[in-house]
């Protein structure tokens, strides 16, 4: 009756076994609303210096002062995204430039909710767009571990998938105060569990082997590979989480990760240097670690709308209409900035004075479901969407 | 607690309510008032299994000697008592939630407080009015509306004027007519707010009203999606609710809700089949009203959400129908309707169909072994982390009822339990020491005991088992390992039912 740990183990590798090879993909989501803008910079727009006389991040091409690195001859990368510049060398990463959804309330609540729900409120379609994409998944596929939200609750584009579990570090769940009587409640409750109804009996069974799989995890010290130096942030911890469950292979499949603070309405750069350092030396530490096993790992980074396209008196943006996503992983066709640039110049603006929206945020999640994540009916996932895939894959 | 104690915690409980200094209340104040840990009580016996099941569903779980106190009025004086929660003393309850000062607020000047001001304190007085307060079920039934006119506090400023519409609409009808508190929600600044409503005004040329809180109104809060509503009637409903808004941010008397002639679609309406004659400007609104509750969808469809509330997620048809049949023989009177459901053989024959959700789970764990908490952060942190932080749900239809979503759960549920145990969620504890000598537990071993206690009811033999075979196998001090076991128990399959 002890010792249900070999037969865990059984049941965690057996799962395995049968699934087909799916990436894990990685949504790391910016809340307050970055500014592409700023982060990378379409610097053969005259418009752009004229709107951003202080903000602005210089041509490539200047001689001093903080300027961009110059990725096709007309976008830069901000100085501070510097270690994403590596990534785009080796063809990973693309650039997803102009792109949105269609809200137009520009309020954080409102726009992060559409995004993360992929619907409007009033469509009646319930839980978010990663949770119907499992849903939409053969309940025999479903492992203890495959949809995990990095953080203290689960975020809403996980909201109502059938497996799905919120994780802050691998610390924090304990059954006991010392191993020996963590074991002798494991083995308690899969007795107990194991005499349950059946959705009680999976259930506790799951549960049971999520604990064994983070038992192990923790008990093996975990080294970045090739030298790896994640940030020291909670953002930095949590790729370094998701890095350590894809390489033990537990069956993830999605992980959420947060990055906020972008709301940058006074004081910006002060504000989105030390961001946008801890983003791209995240990301960078995250590919350097995970090694070939990128090549099984898709990376989204989004945020909930970009900024006005131009400064406003405190140093500062205002909430605008679009930004930029980036696109990471091995099967990426990267070293690209997608966009059909919709420009900066007056008339071209939307609104108050915004970038327009010119790919749908949906089209690039729904290219990654269908191209990388195994099944999906992308038509649940993103309801009444027409979805036109960018060719973001090779 | 002797004489001289008796009269001590007596004048403490006076000063107590005199300040109304949260800091101050404490065990004192509490077992003057009598919702302290009895110092004796009993457990579940044999016979007793029809009164766990009541508590388990009519309340949040039993409190340590409410068992007793069901057996000794009966359970149908209970419900009835229970019924009329105005006539139940619950002064300590009252003293534990005196402190948030929001509560008690008009909505505009919610406005005088910081966001996450508003939200906690709304956010706990829930949580320690669920523990604590000795009206359970309307407790319950607070839970219940809270789902049925679900309203998110992330949306715009729905943080502040949530509260007022849990005071004013849920809190203030959660027992009496279903038309009453339709009519509080249809005006509810929060409402307004969330489903748009304060949008809606007469449409130009090529425009339309805006339909979102309409179509919510007939398709959530009245008929049911499947109510027999079209979407013409949708529209023709956002018509005669037109005008109706409250003040935004940045206007004087801020989330003043009033009605702008102006703006109402003042034509002739047809809404279900009826007429509503031309001219009635804000009297369309209680035509509406008038319409849609005593709609016989509305009927059936406020009686399955209460049955599948009470009995099971998927209620036998007979117990809707005995619901529906008292919600229209009595206008909608909700106390009637609730009545039926709890007194009904369907929901007597109900033990152990539902799954808590993780409200219910972390409250009834509370209760069951009498925890003293504040419901500091520590604490809805579990709740957060399982899905379920009180008035988090962005859309409107309110957190699920069926037990599928909440399956995945399982392991912060178990976390949530060692952790009580163990005493290590801040500002909360429990005195398990105290809770044995109370059952007259034998000291060598109070497991057993215990078991009745959490699990109200006499334990399978493989309960027992796995407890004992834990307590053999673990070896941790004697006192840490007995709180541990409760912990076992805590995250056992029989706890996660009801």
Not at chain 2, 198 to 214: F, I, T, V
Not at chain 2, 384 to 413: I, K, S, V
């Amino acid at each position: 009756m002890l010792l249900t740990r070999r037969n865990l183990l059984r049941v965690v590798f057996d799962v395995n076994a049968v699934r087909p090879q799916k990436d894990t993909l990685v949504c790391v989501f910016l809340r307050g609303g970055a500014d592409g803008l700023s982060m990378v910079v379409p610097f053969e727009e005259k418009a752009y210096y004229r709107l951003r006389p202080s903000l602005g991040i210089a041509r490539p091409d200047q001689t001093s002062g903080t300027k961009g690195i110059n990725l096709d001859g007309k976008f830069a990368l901000n100085p501070k995204l510097a270690p994403l510049k590596e990534l785009w060398d080796e063809k990973t990463l693309a650039i997803v430039h102009a792109a949105g959804s269609d809200d137009q309330t520009r309020s954080h609540f409102e726009a992060q909710d559409l995004m993360e729900r992929a619907t409007a409120l009033e469509t009646g379609v319930s839980g978010g767009w990663l949770a119907r994409h499992f849903q939409a998944q053969p309940a025999g596929d479903r492992t203890p571990l495959m949809a995990v939200g990095l953080g203290p609750s689960l975020p809403e584009s996980l909201r109502g998938a059938p497996v799905a579990m919120a994780l802050e570090s691998f610390d924090e769940f304990h059954l006991g105060r010392n191993a020996t009587s963590q074991a002798a409640l494991a083995a308690a409750l899969d007795r107990l569990y194991g005499t349950a109804d059946a959705d009680l009996a999976r259930s506790g069974r799951q549960s049971l082997s999520v604990l064994d799989t983070l038992e192990k995890m923790r008990q093996q010290a975990y080294t970045p590979a090739a030298g790896a130096t994640y940030p020291d942030s909670d953002f930095g911890r949590s790729l370094l989480s998701v890095a350590r469950l894809i390489k033990a292979g537990v069956g993830l499949e999605a992980a959420t990760v947060d990055l906020g603070g972008w709301d940058s309405h006074f004081g910006q750069a002060l504000l989105i240097d030390r961001l946008q350092e801890d983003l791209a030396g995240g990301l960078a530490a995250f590919r350097k670690d995970l090694g070939p096993a990128l090549d099984r790992t898709t990376v989204v980074v989004m945020t909930e709308f970009g900024r006005r396209a131009y400064e406003n008196t405190a140093y500062g943006t205002d909430h605008g209409r679009a930004g930029v996503m980036f696109v990471l992983g091995g099967a990426v066709k990267g070293g690209r900035v997608v966009a059909d640039w919709p420009g900066l110049e007056e008339g071209q603006l939307e609104g108050p004075g915004d970038l327009k929206v010119t790919t749908d945020y949906r089209d690039v999640l729904a290219e990654i479901l269908a191209k990388r994540s195994g099944q999906t009916q992308l038509e649940k996932v993103f309801p009444g969407h027409e979805v036109k895939f960018r060719g973001l894959f090779a | 607690m002797n004489r001289r104690d008796f009269i001590k915690a007596g004048s403490a409980a006076s000063a107590l309510l005199a300040t109304g200094c949260e800091k101050l209340r404490g065990k004192v104040g509490d077992w003057f008032l009598g919702a302290g840990v009895p110092d004796r009580f009993a457990v579940a016996a044999a016979g007793m299994d029809e009164h766990v099941h009541l508590l388990n569903r009519a309340a949040f779980g039993p409190w340590p000697g409410d068992l007793e106190r069901v057996a000794h009025v009966g359970a149908d004086k209970w419900i009835e008592e229970q019924l009329f929660p105005d006539s139940i003393d619950d002064l300590a309850c009252q003293i534990r939630t005196r402190g948030f000062e929001t509560l008690h607020l008009p909505p505009g000047e919610m406005y005088e407080y910081k966001k996450p001001v508003v939200e906690k304190e709304l956010t706990r007085f829930t949580l320690l009015r669920a523990v604590y307060s000795k009206r359970q079920l309307f407790e319950v039934l607070v839970e219940f509306w809270t789902d049925h006119f679900n309203i998110h506090i992330g949306k715009a400023d729905c943080a502040w004027l949530k509260s007022p519409d849990d005071r004013d609409t849920i809190r203030a009808h959660a027992l009496g007519r279903f038309r009453d508190m339709v009519k509080a929600s249809a005006l509810s600044p929060a409402m307004l707010v969330y489903l748009d409503g304060r949008e809606n005004r007469k449409a130009g040329p090529g425009e339309k009203p805006n339909e979102n809180y309409a179509r919510e109104l007939l398709e959530l809060h009245t008929l049911g999606v499947h109510g027999g509503y079209t979407q013409k009637d949708v529209m023709e409903v956002a018509r005669c609710l037109t005008g109706w808004t409250c003040r935004r941010e940045n206007q004087l008397m801020k989330a003043k809700v009033e009605f702008h002639r102006g703006q109402h679609d003042d034509g002739e309406k047809t809404v279900l089949g009826r007429r509503i004659a031309p001219g009635g400007m804000e009297n369309d609104l209680e035509q509406v009203l008038d319409i849609v509750c005593s709609h016989p969808s509305t009927a059936n469809y406020i009686a399955e959400k209460l049955c599948r509330r009470f009995i099971g997620d998927a209620p036998p048809a007979s117990a809707v129908a005995k619901a529906a049949k008292t919600f229209q023989d009595t206008s909608g009177s909700i106390r009637s309707t609730v009545k039926t459901v709890l007194t009904c053989e369907e929901f007597r024959a109900s033990k152990g169909q539902k799954l808590k959700r993780p409200f219910r789970f972390v409250v009834s764990a509370l209760r069951a072994l009498g925890a003293d908490t504040n419901a500091s952060p520590a604490l809805l942190r579990y709740l957060g982390a399982m899905g379920q932080a009180p008035f988090q749900h962005p859309t409107p239809d309110g957190y699920p009822d069926e037990a599928m979503p909440w399956l995945g759960t399982m392991l912060w549920r178990w976390n949530f339990a060692l952790a009580l145990v163990t005493n290590n969620i801040g500002g909360t504890s429990v005195d398990l020491p105290r809770l044995a000598k109370a059952m007259s537990a034998p000291e060598s071993d109070p497991a057993p005991m215990f078991l009745r206690l959490v699990l109200g009811r006499e334990p399978l033999p493989v309960e027992q088992e796995a407890v004992a075979s834990y307590l053999s196998a673990s070896p941790l001090e004697p006192h840490q390992k007995r709180a541990e076991a409760v912990g076992l128990m805590l995250a056992s399959p029989g706890f996660q039912r009801c």
